[in-house]
């Protein structure tokens, strides 16, 4: 139905006032001096209840071969396409932020090909997705307090808020070798994030 004009979307502090509000609609505007009309709405898809197990706090989530994996207090659950929420680890802590990567190769690769790292600025896990094990990484040379972590060309990559950058094994999150860490010289602040966009490696500093 065309209408002469694009109805307003607000609500204002008394409901009974004034109540208007779009539902699976958002408002484009004309560029075109020449358009039938000021502007349209356009018709998005809606909404459906996934799932309702989660129970906070949720510290952290991440999707891997179309499952997603998420952090909940002090375990580690995954939901299926379904909806079907399972525990498939436990952390030994239950609050604050999670940092979550994974190593990009889905089944049928080979068994280390398939992990999920996951730090939480105390310890670092492995979820193994091909053999459903969850693991703390005691390699020495895995950092302490690690914060971050993110996946690139082969290597997992850990800070933990100094100016050093760690790199496991190749398609290893549980192996660390002593000699695979860098200083983020750029500048001499402590880095407090890292992100691989495009496959180059970003740190984010104080």
Same mark, same amino acid.
């Given at each position: 139905?065309?209408?002469?004009?694009?109805?307003?979307?607000?609500?204002?502090?008394?409901?009974?006032?004034?109540?208007?509000?779009?539902?699976?609609?958002?408002?484009?505007?004309?560029?075109?001096?020449?358009?039938?009309?000021?502007?349209?709405?356009?018709?998005?898809?809606?909404?459906?209840l996934?799932?309702?197990?989660?129970?906070?706090?949720?510290?952290?989530?991440?999707?891997?071969n179309? =499952?997603?994996?998420?952090?909940?207090?002090?375990?580690?659950?995954?939901?299926?396409?379904?909806? =079907?929420?399972?525990?498939?680890?436990?952390?030994?802590?239950?609050t604050?932020?999670?940092?979550?990567?994974?190593?990009?190769?889905?089944?049928?690769?080979?068994?280390?090909?398939?992990?999920?790292?996951?730090?939480?600025g105390?310890?670092?896990?492995?979820?193994?997705?091909?053999?459903?094990?969850?693991?703390?990484?005691?390699?020495?040379?895995?950092?302490?307090?690690?914060?971050?972590v993110?996946?690139?060309?082969?290597?997992?990559?850990?800070?933990?808020g100094?100016?050093?950058?760690?790199?496991?094994?190749?398609?290893?999150?549980?192996?660390?070798?002593?000699?695979?860490?860098?200083?983020?010289?750029a500048?001499?602040?402590?880095?407090?994030?890292?992100?691989?966009?495009?496959?180059?490696?970003?740190?984010?500093?104080?």
């Amino acid at each position: 139905m065309r209408l002469p004009f694009v109805p307003n979307s607000y609500t204002g502090r008394s409901t009974a006032f004034e109540s208007q509000r779009y539902i699976n609609l958002y408002p484009e505007l004309s560029a075109g001096a020449n358009s039938k009309g000021v502007g349209m709405l356009i018709g998005v898809p809606g909404k459906r209840l996934f799932s309702s197990g989660l129970t906070a706090p949720v510290r952290g989530a991440i999707t891997f071969n179309g =499952v997603l994996y998420a952090v909940e207090s002090n375990e580690l659950v995954s939901v299926s396409t379904a909806g =079907v929420i399972t525990v498939v680890g436990t952390f030994a802590t239950s609050t604050g932020r999670v940092s979550m990567s994974e190593n990009g190769v889905p089944p049928p690769a080979h068994f280390s090909q398939n992990q999920i790292c996951i730090v939480d600025g105390v310890n670092g896990y492995i979820y193994n997705i091909l053999t459903a094990t969850f693991t703390q990484i005691t390699d020495a040379y895995f950092p302490t307090t690690p914060l971050h972590v993110t996946f690139i060309d082969s290597y997992f990559i850990v800070t933990n808020g100094t100016t050093v950058a760690y790199a496991s094994d190749a398609n290893d999150g549980l192996t660390w070798g002593g000699n695979a860490y860098r200083p983020v010289q750029a500048a001499s602040d402590n880095v407090q994030n890292l992100i691989n966009l495009h496959q180059q490696l970003f740190f984010i500093k104080e």
